[in-house]
DNA sequence: CAGTATCCAAAGGGATACTG
DNA sequence: CAGTATCCCTTTGGATACTG
């Protein structure tokens, strides 16, 4: 007798998969990260209104809290009048990177598969 | 006169990067596509129960739909009595392999980042 | 400027039962 | 076995206005 196929929710693999999609999925955080590598430190504002097009404030805001929570960015308040926030990527923020530019290469690759469907 | 932030709408990257997102973001996509890498190919039952756990047959039925509209896996009806249907990757998932790989090390990396906070 | 507050619409996803 | 159908809840995200 053979057990064929094992349960994945005891694989190792599996479960850090999970623990990435948990945190990075969804529509922003991986477009405000990459925003941060491609220009560097940026104020709220200017991820608001430049880097990161079509997000609100509010979700803006949101999304910056949850990588802060996460050590992915930090927030730095500025001695400026008025006051200025500027939000700089962690050293652990390097890892990903790799993700991020994979998700790119297949971005770039699926368009051209599919439009010759 | 300086432009200093270009807008990121008209970038390439960004562009690139939003496409793969509204195809791969989510709960289960990466999912299915990893348990499809390791145990090949797979029955809608085995990746039901077994391989891919807490989905359900509705949520399944359509993550595996919109898999096989954008060409990353070929649905095969076998048959066989009662008919079983199996699924495969394509050719072109193998684009999907490096952002796979690339979460799956961030994910695990994150842990114990996290871990030690 | 850097957010928050409020309100709301849509999508994602789960439980369960059912069908060919 | 491989799905669909139905119902319903939660999360995500958007519009807009407001505050320190």
Not at 52 to 76: A, F, M, W
Not at 86 to 112: C, D, M, W
Request: one cysteine or more; aromatic letters at 6%.
């Amino acid at each position: 007798m053979k057990t064929d196929v094992c349960i994945d929710t005891s694989n190792e693999n599996m479960r850090a998969l999970r623990d990435a999609l948990e945190l990075l999925s969804g529509k922003w955080k991986f477009c405000i990260l990459l925003s941060l590598y491609m220009h560097g430190t940026q104020r709220f504002k200017d991820l608001l209104a430049n880097s990161v097009g079509g997000i609100t404030p509010k979700v803006l805001s949101k999304e910056l809290q949850d990588l802060e929570d996460n050590l992915l960015v930090t927030r730095t308040v500025n001695n400026t009048k008025p006051v200025t926030v500027s939000y700089t990527l962690t050293e652990h923020a390097i890892e990903t990177q790799p993700v991020i530019n994979a998700l790119i290469a297949f971005g770039v690759k699926h368009r051209t598969k599919i439009k010759s469907k």
